[in-house]
């Protein structure tokens, strides 16, 4: 790839970033639908806890997992499942015709979305820790962005991996992606520590990027204690490898099925 | 005649291809092209004439490396399609008929810029282009307007723009104008020959409307069930028939079966349309001389039709169609 092949895709990518941004900004009631909304499901985990007199730092854990949640969604259904509907639109053909790299689309759908929903989770986070009182402190706010960087690149990994199915099947994909909703939600802890499910469930789900991420998190956030999975650095060192081979397989991906939708004459196939 | 030019030492044609066949096996096999021999020089508007299902959009999405061809080969400007796509992909663009691709919550202008991009074009020639082409197609009023607010005809307008907005040496046209009315139809028409004169560039058009194919198309070739049955220029095509008489007549009738007038001795070729709000069917015939005249004025009114008007005409692409096909293009 030479520096002009490079640029297009680095305008490829900013141009569908842009999509997402003026989006987000164009159509306000997300402020209701992504802020308030979510705050509805976590008080009901936020009351579970205090009538059981649970500790604090585990009401942290909720709200900050009641906000993370949206960047699963995010991925599933905005990044992975993204490319059913710009198939359907007729979009997805367009981007194929073009010279880029899919993976510059994809990484524009990042982008735009992790900016877009890092601005909705802050806010959940933010206006649910006021709600519910509870405090946190920032042991190292290098070490939490870092973090979050690396949860961020193998979770958005893991979705362009899911797209990558969508260049050969339609309604399937889609309702794969249904199908990983709760199981995942559930596996990654966002409204317990991942550690209560055992050591064994705890390191498969630990596959899924944000159940370290999420666990990091809350140790930055709320200090290291007993509900804490793996000691940071190694959850940290976990999750750089996760990225890579996330975004490696997901390249992978996305070459071998575009192959194949040619190959099949499914490749901008609608309604199926 | 097809000739063999795929050396790039030699003078190499925008798009060719040998042989190209396509068969899709979902859900049961379907030969959708084969065969197909096509030598497009770079400057020429060529027309691809067919049916639903003939095979058209079929072989736009292989030279477009959208789809693999199952045998045969193609090439763009000498590239083959199956391994350069990349290089392919710089140098082409495609405009469908009916799209309904970018974003309702971008802008008009903002659509535009959005899709040269993926071209690596430089803001400031992006919106530049942007400008000028929706001047061109009447759209410089909309810049502003949000797509989800354009009308059909408007979005078929931008999908035409957009196809433009990377400046691409050939381009795929396939039905560009379905969906459009009268006057935007001809203003498409209008730029797309010039664009073609002026800046030497090849399109492939498919389309309904032979009308279109033939005002705009320097060659034409027809295609019905996945094989070109005829590719030349639209005046040696027409010439094909040139010693046979054609007659339109309209009648005013509520009876629809006319199998009768088409085994009529004489009538070699024969396709009929109906106008439901008129009341009105068009019957367009190709005789092989006027003895077949008295006995279809005799059917019609035996019939207890009205004869509304009858016309010798010229032969055009429509008639030419009906001979290699069997059938119109709206039957």
């Given at each position: 790839?030479?520096?002009?092949?490079?640029?297009?895709?680095?305008?490829?990518?900013?141009?569908?970033?842009?999509?997402?941004?003026?989006?987000?900004?164009?159509?306000?009631?997300?402020?209701?639908?992504?802020?308030?909304?979510?705050?509805?499901?976590?008080?009901?985990?936020?009351?579970?806890?205090?009538?059981?007199?649970?500790?604090?730092?585990?009401i942290g854990y909720v709200i900050l997992g009641?906000?993370?949640?949206?960047?699963?969604?995010?991925?599933?259904?905005?990044?992975?499942?993204?490319?059913?509907?710009?198939?359907?639109?007729?979009?997805?053909?367009?981007?194929?015709?073009?010279?880029?790299?899919?993976?510059?689309?994809?990484?524009?759908?990042?982008?735009?979305?992790?900016?877009?929903?890092?601005?909705?989770?802050?806010?959940?986070?933010?206006?649910?820790?006021?709600?519910?009182?509870?405090?946190?402190?920032?042991?190292?706010?290098?070490?939490?962005?870092?973090?979050?960087?690396?949860?961020?690149?193998?979770?958005?990994?893991?979705?362009?991996?899911?797209?990558?199915?969508?260049?050969?099947?339609?309604?399937?994909?889609?309702?794969?992606?249904?199908?990983?909703?709760?199981?995942?939600?559930?596996?990654s802890g966002f409204y317990f520590p991942v550690k209560s499910l055992g050591f064994y469930v705890?390191?498969?789900?630990?596959?899924?990027?944000?159940?370290?991420?999420?666990?990091?998190?809350?140790?930055?956030?709320?200090?290291?204690?007993?509900?804490?999975?793996?000691?940071?650095?190694?959850?940290?060192?976990?999750?750089?490898?996760?990225?890579?081979?996330?975004?490696?397989?997901?390249?992978?991906?996305?070459?071998?099925?575009?192959?194949?939708?040619?190959?099949?004459?499914?490749?901008?196939?609608?309604?199926? | 005649?097809?000739?063999?030019?795929?050396?790039?030492?030699?003078?190499?044609?925008?798009?060719?291809?040998?042989?190209?066949?396509?068969?899709?096996?979902?859900?049961?096999?379907?030969?959708?092209?084969?065969?197909?021999?096509?030598?497009?020089?770079?400057?020429?508007?060529?027309?691809?004439?067919?049916?639903?299902?003939?095979?058209?959009?079929?072989?736009?999405?292989?030279?477009?490396?959208?789809?693999?061809?199952?045998?045969?080969?193609?090439?763009?400007?000498?590239?083959?399609?199956?391994?350069?796509?990349?290089?392919?992909?710089?140098?082409?663009?495609?405009?469908?008929?009916?799209?309904?691709?970018?974003?309702?919550?971008?802008?008009?202008?903002?659509?535009?810029?959005?899709?040269?991009?993926?071209?690596?074009?430089?803001?400031?020639?992006?919106?530049?282009?942007?400008?000028?082409?929706?001047?061109?197609?009447?759209?410089?009023?909309?810049?502003?307007?949000?797509?989800?607010?354009?009308?059909?005809?408007?979005?078929?307008?931008?999908?035409?723009?957009?196809?433009?907005?990377?400046?691409?040496?050939?381009?795929?046209?396939?039905?560009?104008?379905?969906?459009?009315?009268?006057?935007?139809?001809?203003?498409?028409?209008?730029?797309?020959?010039?664009?073609?004169?002026?800046?030497?560039?090849?399109?492939?058009?498919?389309?309904?409307?032979?009308?279109?194919?033939?005002?705009?198309?320097?060659?034409?070739?027809?295609?019905?069930?996945?094989?070109?049955?005829?590719?030349?220029?639209?005046?040696?095509?027409?010439?094909?028939?040139?010693?046979?008489?054609?007659?339109?007549?309209?009648?005013?009738?509520?009876?629809?079966?006319?199998?009768?007038?088409?085994?009529?001795?004489?009538?070699?070729?024969?396709?009929?349309?109906?106008?439901?709000?008129?009341?009105?069917?068009?019957?367009?015939?190709?005789?092989?001389?006027?003895?077949?005249?008295?006995?279809?004025?005799?059917?019609?009114?035996?019939?207890?039709?009205?004869?509304?008007?009858?016309?010798?005409?010229?032969?055009?692409?429509?008639?030419?169609?009906?001979?290699?096909?069997?059938?119109?293009?709206?039957?």
């Amino acid at each position: 790839m030479n520096w002009q092949d490079l640029e297009t895709n680095f305008r490829a990518a900013l141009a569908r970033a842009y999509v997402r941004v003026v989006g987000a900004n164009r159509e306000l009631s997300w402020i209701l639908f992504d802020i308030f909304l979510p705050i509805i499901s976590v008080a009901a985990y936020v009351y579970i806890y205090r009538s059981l007199n649970a500790r604090q730092e585990l009401i942290g854990y909720v709200i900050l997992g009641g906000a993370m949640v949206a960047f699963w969604y995010n991925v599933l259904w905005s990044m992975a499942s993204q490319f059913y509907w710009e198939k359907e639109t007729g979009n997805l053909e367009l981007f194929l015709v073009a010279p880029i790299s899919r993976m510059s689309i994809l990484a524009g759908m990042a982008i735009g979305g992790i900016y877009t929903t890092m601005i909705r989770a802050g806010a959940a986070f933010i206006v649910g820790s006021w709600i519910f009182a509870v405090p946190f402190h920032v042991s190292s706010w290098w070490l939490l962005i870092l973090i979050f960087i690396l949860t961020m690149t193998s979770l958005y990994g893991l979705g362009m991996m899911g797209s990558s199915l969508y260049f050969l099947y339609g309604r399937e994909a889609w309702h794969t992606s249904s199908l990983f909703q709760e199981p995942v939600t559930l596996l990654s802890g966002f409204y317990f520590p991942v550690k209560s499910l055992g050591f064994y469930v705890s390191a498969f789900a630990s596959l899924i990027p944000i159940t370290l991420g999420l666990d990091g998190m809350r140790q930055i956030m709320y200090g290291t204690s007993f509900f804490s999975f793996l000691p940071l650095s190694a959850e940290m060192i976990i999750l750089a490898v996760l990225s890579v081979f996330f975004i490696m397989l997901a390249r992978r991906a996305l070459n071998v099925m575009e192959r194949l939708g040619r190959r099949e004459g499914r490749l901008t196939l609608r309604w199926q | 005649m097809y000739i063999q030019i795929k050396n790039l030492s030699d003078v190499t044609a925008a798009i060719s291809t040998e042989k190209l066949g396509r068969i899709f096996k979902i859900p049961r096999e379907i030969i959708a092209l084969q065969e197909v021999d096509l030598e497009i020089p770079q400057g020429e508007l060529f027309g691809l004439l067919g049916p639903n299902g003939a095979g058209k959009t079929t072989l736009i999405k292989i030279l477009c490396t959208l789809f693999l061809p199952t045998s045969g080969k193609a090439w763009i400007k000498g590239m083959d399609v199956t391994r350069e796509e990349n290089q392919i992909r710089r140098i082409i663009n495609m405009v469908s008929g009916g799209e309904t691709s970018g974003y309702g919550i971008l802008t008009v202008r903002e659509t535009l810029w959005l899709f040269a991009q993926l071209y690596g074009v430089s803001n400031r020639i992006a919106f530049q282009r942007a400008d000028e082409i929706m001047k061109i197609v009447g759209l410089e009023d909309f810049a502003g307007v949000k797509v989800h607010k354009l009308s059909s005809g408007m979005r078929q307008k931008l999908n035409f723009a957009r196809g433009f907005m990377n400046d691409p040496e050939i381009i795929f046209l396939d039905e560009p104008t379905l969906g459009l009315d009268v006057n935007a139809s001809r203003d498409l028409r209008r730029f797309i020959k010039e664009w073609v004169k002026r800046e030497g560039k090849t399109v492939l058009l498919t389309t309904h409307y032979m009308m279109e194919a033939d005002e705009l198309c320097d060659r034409v070739a027809i295609i019905n069930r996945g094989k070109i049955l005829s590719c030349d220029y639209p005046a040696n095509l027409k010439k094909m028939i040139k010693h046979e008489s054609i007659f339109e007549l309209e009648l005013r009738s509520s009876r629809n079966e006319w199998e009768e007038m088409k085994n009529l001795e004489g009538v070699k070729k024969f396709s009929f349309s109906h106008d439901e709000e008129k009341g009105i069917l068009s019957f367009r015939f190709l005789l092989a001389n006027d003895f077949p005249l008295d006995k279809i004025f005799l059917i019609a009114s035996r019939n207890g039709s009205h004869i509304v008007s009858v016309r010798k005409s010229e032969p055009n692409l429509e008639d030419v169609f009906v001979e290699l096909v069997g059938r119109g293009l709206s039957d």
